[in-house]
């Protein structure tokens, strides 16, 4: 009995710690399905009404936590759904869906109907339509390693746990339920079931306990496990990790047969009173006076753990983060000389700003890419830190996936997955690569960076301001789809902030917003500001720091604007392959970008919703920031000094014109 109790403490000890050492990783566990019977055609009208349904269903997500659309006319009518589990916050079901809606084209490309699914959400297209309809065939497990050590107990505690729930699940509105059992005297079992709310009672109970009968052939003896099918889900696990409402009630004295186990019979040991009568008040006092003492050292324990989290929480800047997750990403200086040829010019991709990047092999046969900061950089030690504390608790498809870093012998290297189209500026300034880079692939790498800006501003758990965005940080990966890179210079902000200031003015002259390079203001609208120098420098195929005499991209692209020749600044390597709607969209959202004011720019948010609309009137631009009048240029506006829309919003008659080339009808976004 000591030893029971002792046992009991320790493990109550063990959870404790457990709580603030490993936090929950998110939606990081991935699987997806894709229909190989049909594919749609790039550029056709079936992407088009996609890419409305995906943005649909991640802006809609979090309002009721599932959400259906249905977009288009046959033959190219998507059907979309997105499902956000029952016990995850409002917050965390939009960070889910926004994800699910830019990985699931990049996971399954250009397939008419695909599905996704994460550990807190889960989105479906076809264009078939599947609503109501009930698909429990399991794609996905995930078992608990710690398996239980009365495996007939716990089966049949679970068993009728799971009963319970998913007759609990099909009756709610909701189609959700999540309860807890008595397990032993110190440990319950919580689990939680859930189906698509299109489903109907019938459909979703059958849909259950299908998934409930697949538990034997994977989790079976494990303390926890999830299923995931594209219908509905269940989770159990030996800890809470939803918002109970109430404790789980005691265990049953009597369990109904196993439903993880059908052949099984009920354990012919069961309670009775004589059990308590024999128990002896020294035995009695064996167990209480541990678990009393336990009771009271552990949240003493606890609080002292909190206290010390706490504090490193104060800490302003990246030192908030765990540190045991710095540890996990250390790798040795010898597998990165071996990957590298010990750095031989032979292996060198490039120069940074903080010194060269070289390719590398790993023993799997990974290729990597190493970036080696120089020991001339005097901020080369606080930019890695930066740079591995943000990039490693980032996941997007839109950014630069971080592998390690390493601290040896006064070296200091990053290394990244290696993208073997390199950097955009080589592809987009080169006068050969460039006759390679289409319309379409443009369109998409504008696309790709402005989900990834809106992922750090937003969508994150963290709201990241880069501050270095230009065509020599944006990286391509095989199939021409962008990452955001190079996070040294990023910051992070908490809570509500929205600005911040700073005396160190670091970045890259021709991107920077004129609030930032003038006092040191930077926010989120300083990001926008220099995406939208990178939009026009997509559009044109010309170099902010191309233009002589202070002249500038911004100002040569405003008076094309206004003059109604907005077609003339289009790359003309492009020849006439591209659909006008789209380059002009381009040119309007990039001078958007880059208007003076930090509060008359767009938020990314808007802008992606600007990217994925066909028929939404924007507003006009405003005159750009750092404006310098063109010599030579014969502008309709040059008797009103360039000035174009007001801030009051008026605009002359032949901007209006210009305008309305791009504003084709006014629809409310959904």
């Known amino acids: 009995m000591q030893s029971f109790a002792l046992d009991a403490f320790h493990f109550l000890l063990f959870s404790c710690l457990l709580h603030f050492f490993y936090p929950a990783k998110g939606q990081i566990y991935r699987y997806q399905y894709c229909d190989g019977a049909s594919n749609y055609i790039y550029g056709g009208m079936y992407e088009q009404n996609l890419n409305l349904t995906l943005n649909s269903l991640a802006v809609n997500a979090s309002k009721t936590g599932f959400y259906i659309t249905t977009i288009g006319q046959s033959p190219d009518t998507v059907y979309g759904l997105i499902q956000c589990q029952g016990y995850i916050s409002n917050v965390d079901c939009q960070t889910c869906a926004g994800t699910a809606a830019d990985e699931i084209t990049q996971l399954c490309q250009n397939k008419k109907e695909a599905f996704i699914g994460y550990i807190t959400c889960s989105l479906h297209y076809s264009d078939s339509r599947f609503f109501s309809t009930a698909n429990s065939i399991p794609r996905y497990a995930l078992c608990n390693v710690q398996n239980t050590s009365n495996r007939a107990l716990f089966d049949r505690q679970l068993g009728s746990l799971l009963k319970n729930l998913s007759n609990s699940a099909a009756d ?3 189609r959700y339920a999540a309860g807890g059992i008595a397990h032993t005297a110190f440990v319950d079992i919580y689990a939680m079931q859930r189906c698509t709310g299109d489903l109907g009672i019938d459909d979703c109970f059958s849909c259950l306990e299908y998934i409930i009968s697949y538990i034997p052939q994977t989790c079976n ?30 265990a049953q004295t009597a369990s109904p047969p196993s439903l993880l186990q059908p052949n099984s ?3 012919a040991t069961t309670n009775s009173k004589d059990d308590g009568t024999k128990s002896t008040s020294r035995t009695i006092a064996v167990v209480v006076t541990p678990i009393a003492v336990a009771l009271v050292l552990i949240p003493i324990i606890c609080g002292f753990f909190i206290g010390k989290k706490a504090k490193r929480k104060g800490n302003a800047g990246p030192e908030e983060y765990d540190n045991r997750s710095m540890e996990s990403l250390l790798i040795g200086l010898d597998r990165f ?15 940074g700003g903080f010194g060269p990047v070289y390719k590398g092999k790993l023993p799997d046969g990974r290729e990597i890419a190493v970036k080696r900061l120089s020991s001339s950089s005097g901020q080369g030690l606080e930019e890695l830190k930066t740079e591995v504390m943000l990039v490693a608790r980032l996941l997007h498809r839109n950014l630069v996936r971080l592998l390690g870093f390493c ?9 990244y997955e290696y993208l073997p189209n390199g950097s955009l500026d080589k592809s987009l300034f080169d006068p050969r690569k460039r006759l390679y880079l289409e319309w379409e692939q443009r369109y998409k790498i504008i696309v790709g960076i402005a989900r990834g800006l809106l992922y750090l501003h937003e969508d994150s758990q963290l709201r990241i301001i880069h501050r270095d965005l230009k065509a020599s940080n944006i990286l391509l990966d095989e199939s021409m789809n962008p990452k955001i890179s190079d996070f040294g210079l990023a910051r992070l902000f908490s809570g509500s902030q929205t600005q911040a200031k700073t005396n160190r003015i670091s970045g890259t002259c021709g991107y920077m917003a004129l609030e930032y390079a003038k006092k040191g203001h930077f926010s989120p609208k300083s990001d926008v500001y220099s995406f939208g120098v990178l939009v026009l420098e997509i ?9 002589r005499n202070f ?19 289009l790359d003309p390597t492009l020849g006439d392959q591209w659909p006008r709607y789209e380059v002009l969209k381009c040119i309007h959202i990039g001078l958007l970008c880059v208007q003076e004011h930090a509060a008359d720019r767009p938020t990314m948010s808007e802008i992606v919703m600007m990217l994925s609309s066909y028929a939404v009137t924007f507003a006009s631009p405003l005159r750009p920031a750092f404006f310098v009048p063109v010599e030579g240029f014969e502008s309709v506006l040059a008797a009103k000094n360039y000035g174009g829309a007001q801030r009051d919003g008026s605009v002359s008659e032949s901007l209006q014109q210009s305008v309305n080339e791009v504003s084709i009808t006014e629809l409310d976004p959904r």
């Open 551 to 569: 002249m500038n991209l911004q100002s040569y692209a405003w008076q094309h604007w206004v003059n109604g020749t907005a077609l003339e600044l």
């Open 265 to 267: 019979t009920p354990s």
């Open 172 to 174: 709610s509105p909701s």
């Open 221 to 250: 003896g494990s303390v926890g496990g999830q299923i995931f099918s594209m219908s509905c889900s269940l989770r159990y696990e030996i800890y809470s990790f939803t918002p109970w409402s109430s404790p789980p009630p005691p």
């Open 407 to 415: 601290l040896e012998e006064e070296e200091k290297l990053l290394v």
């Open 337 to 351: 000389r071996v990957a590298t040829g010990n750095f031989s010019d032979e292996y060198k991709l490039g120069e």
């Open 539 to 547: 559009v044109t195929g010309r170099k902010s720091s191309s233009f």
